[in-house]
């Protein structure tokens, strides 16, 4: 328990930290925590004998984040990112070389990373300059941070107390339905203490992206549950003492980074 307060304090320090010094610090914070994220994502399916091809799979994620990143700084036009198709269909190409009894697995899951991984974090990314896409601010992603944290934390507490109807037992026997309410409750609280000090959007909207942080981000935990079942894993990895990898510390913000983004675009805009 000490050692995983100690990392999750450290953790959390350096997230935060990431968010409020800067454009160039938050760039290069999510850039690095997607390609870890991914790479540790084909590390967990290897162990199934799966041999997906990590040398594209990571090149390809790096290029994409960088390319949305010049997108926001430098206006550079993301068309510039079918640049990178001859990359990724190179992947079949490499695969004719193998001697592998299952190609098309191979291939899948390289692309399943890609999509899995990659793309949520670029959305999450991509929330701090959504207000104006070419200025950063910090608010968005903040925002989004602080309600799912509240969503896991209430969920924790409720479910603890008051658990007793499993939300989805085959995935994760832990849940509940109370947990999840429990959940939504502490979040919509957290949004409603953050209309009050980012003002540029209202209250029915955060609680509106509240409701997608909690629905969604419970999804991403399943999901990735079903992933780790699948393959036999407690945890997506060792890099964090105490709570596992990165996929298991960030599985609620897998699914619900691309949903928030495009609601939020869409009120927005």
């Known amino acids: 328990m000490k050692t995983r307060a100690i990392t999750a304090f450290f953790f959390t320090t350096v997230m935060l930290g990431s968010i409020f010094l800067g454009a160039y610090t938050f760039t290069g914070f999510y850039l690095l925590l ?8 084909y ?8 041999r997906p091809h990590t040398a594209v799979g990571l090149t390809v994620s790096l290029l994409i984040f960088m390319f ?21 269909f190179s992947v079949f190409l490499f695969e004719l070389y193998r001697k592998d009894k299952s190609p098309f697995t191979n291939i899948a899951y390289t692309f399943t990373g890609l999509f899995f991984v990659t793309l949520p974090f670029c959305f999450y990314y991509s929330l701090g300059f959504l207000s104006n896409w070419n200025l950063y601010n910090f608010h968005l992603p903040l925002a989004f941070l602080l309600m799912l944290w509240a969503s896991d934390t209430g969920a924790y507490l ?3 107390k008051f658990g007793a109807h499993k939300l989805f037992e085959r995935h994760s026997p832990k849940k509940t339905w109370e947990g999840f309410f429990g959940g939504m409750f502490t979040s919509f609280l957290v949004s409603f203490i953050i209309s009050f000090f980012f003002k540029e959007i209202g209250f029915l909207v955060w609680a509106g992206m509240a409701v997608l942080i909690v629905s969604f981000g419970t999804l991403g935990d399943l999901v990735e549950s079903m992933l780790k079942r699948s393959l036999n ?3 997506s990895g060792n890099l ?18 691309p949903i928030v983004y495009a609601y939020l675009y869409l009120v927005l805009n």
């Open 68 to 88: 949305i990143a010049a997108f926001h700084f430098y206006e550079v036009e993301l068309k510039s990112l079918l640049l990178l198709i001859p990359l990724v």
């Open 34 to 41: 997607s390609v870890f994220a991914l790479a540790e994502f």
């Open 233 to 235: 894993a407690k945890d």
């Open 240 to 257: 964090l003492p105490g709570h596992g990898g990165l996929l298991d510390r960030f599985d609620g913000l897998l699914i619900a980074a």
């Open 158 to 160: 409720f479910g603890r």
């Open 43 to 50: 590390k967990l399916i290897k162990t199934a004998d799966i």
